[in-house]
């Protein structure tokens, strides 16, 4: 199949992560990252992203080995973004224990010619001012879809709900869309989002899986029941590179499609949580993804 | 359909309850209550419990008009079941501000012989010692359920653990699944009281739906979107009235059967929680409960 492509933005980092059940000291991380890793199963992923001269070239061979475009990868000198923090025993809830932005500082992503004729973007979890001028250089992108996070939802409100009519999919925790739109359930919350002009919104749950709210419809999807979460972090990205990839690589614009893509959405933060910092997916295989979205269909059919 | 019967042992109550959205004063609650009621849509239901002679003839109307058989509802003198609670902002957490035994201190229940012979017990959520003395006096029931809480996993263990084989389907929520257990994550946890010979496990998550485990399978199902929930209380109870009754109504014994039950379970959950104490129930027709359970299988098919 020849898949379209998807053009990602945001960020790649080493993480420094402590979790109830162990401790990984600086693992490939950053949104960027672990979406791309996950779209990449389905369709050529370009990452658009920046990196300090410090960033080793075995990780750039295995994005590279993953099908994953690095044009768009920028080296500046200094050192790549890091980030350390601890997971509580409720393991929903994490503490930022350190943050060094470094290069990510300086970020100011340009698309090359591949890049922005992408039908698929992901403006993953960065300054929604930057999602605006990102998404303001592609050429005419079929989906648009958009991350972002409490600490942009209070502190730069208003270029972020500028950019919510241009998004056709918003994939947000609960915390977000309560914070977002001020209501506490999450029905209204999406709701009122809706209103705002954004096509869809997609609601991550945790180990309770996801929402998708729509005008016309919801759809819901319990998460895939492990007996050992790892770490949770990067789940939420490769969820999202789970639905992205599905979406480029079928063309679906369907709600039935867009619903089949959340599967493998789940399936993919699934494989995440079960190692550290997104590790898993370097031994994960398609047949893999096949079949656990089968354990998906006999999980919630009745 | 000439539906088998459900005997139900429990509490019969009058509730006081805040939440965020408003107040009742001494509406007609208690596990038994709330289970029998929603069975009753689907099968006979024998309620044994017992009142104190305050208990309204209105009430008692009620009940039987739902096709309920009251001939295990002892009256004795004195006073009914009193509980006061005040649910939080997050609605998955409420503190009982007051607690009043009354009649049901000295409650011994005798089965009748109908009742008896029931081949669909429901232990709802009392002290593990009558759960027992309850259950010896069955005939052959096909199918026992039970449900418990925090205060008897405490206070009661080696009772609740001696019963536990002799469960087909426990109903609790995850929070008692791990007190239980002794394991925080749930599929652990449920694999835990698997192991201890009870046949299946389903567990609770309010908001978030309820996931069913046995020994070859898991189920899972989220809770029926709601803008806005206005009272949880007693809609466990009519969680496992709706599962047990469908069981009882269509004699389903297979996986496939229990699925569905767990569906309609999930249905008349819902509808619980959109009124005060159960009130909702008074207006809710079987119609209703069909065309809920089609909106629940398009909300989870992909």
């Known amino acids: 199949m020849s898949a379209a492509a998807i053009t990602v933005v945001g960020s790649v980092a080493f993480d420094t992560i402590e979790t109830p059940v ?15 890793v996950a779209a990449s199963y389905f369709a050529p992923v370009h990452l658009v992203a920046v990196v300090g001269d410090d960033f080793p070239e075995a990780e750039r061979e295995y994005l590279a080995s993953r099908g994953i ?5 920028e080296v500046r000198p200094g050192r790549t973004f890091r980030w350390t923090g601890r997971y509580h025993e409720d393991m929903n ?3 930022t224990l350190d943050l ?3 290069v990510f500082a300086g970020f100011e992503p340009r698309l090359g010619d591949a890049a922005r004729r992408a039908p698929v973007a992901f403006l993953a979890n960065i300054d929604p001012t930057l999602q605006e001028a990102v998404l303001d250089q592609f050429a005419s992108p079929a989906v648009v879809a958009c991350d972002t996070m409490n600490h942009w939802i209070d502190g730069a409100r208003p270029a972020l709900e500028k950019l919510l009519p241009r998004i056709d999919l918003l994939v947000i925790n609960d915390e977000e869309a309560r914070l977002l739109s001020g209501e506490r359930n999450v029905v209204r919350a999406a709701r009122r989002i809706l209103d705002r002009g954004t096509r869809s919104v997609l609601v991550k749950r945790g180990e309770y899986g996801a929402i998708l709210f729509s005008p016309e419809s919801v759809f819901a999807v319990p998460a895939y029941p492990l007996e050992e979460v790892f770490d949770p972090t990067g789940a939420g990205d490769a969820f999202a590179g789970g639905v992205l990839g599905y979406l480029a690589a079928t063309g679906e614009r369907s709600e039935g499609g867009l619903r089949r893509a959340i ?3 789940s399936v993919l933060a699934s494989f995440v949580v079960e190692d550290f910092g997104g590790q898993r997916l370097r031994t994960v295989t398609r047949d893999d ?4 979205y089968r354990q998906f269909v006999a999980l919630v059919e009745f």
Chains 1, 2 share one sequence.
Do not use: C, K, P
């Not at 475009?69 to 990868?73: K, M, Q, S, Y």
């Not at 993804?289 to 656990?292: A, D, H, L, Q, S």
């Open 69 to 73: 475009d690095l044009a768009g990868l």
């Open 93 to 95: 809830v994490r503490d």
């Open 289 to 292: 993804i096949e079949r656990r």
């Open 263 to 265: 599967v493998y959405g």
């Open 22 to 36: 162990g401790r990984a000291e600086e693992v490939l991380g950053g949104s960027a990252t672990h979406f791309a």
């Open 100 to 102: 060094q932005l470094n």
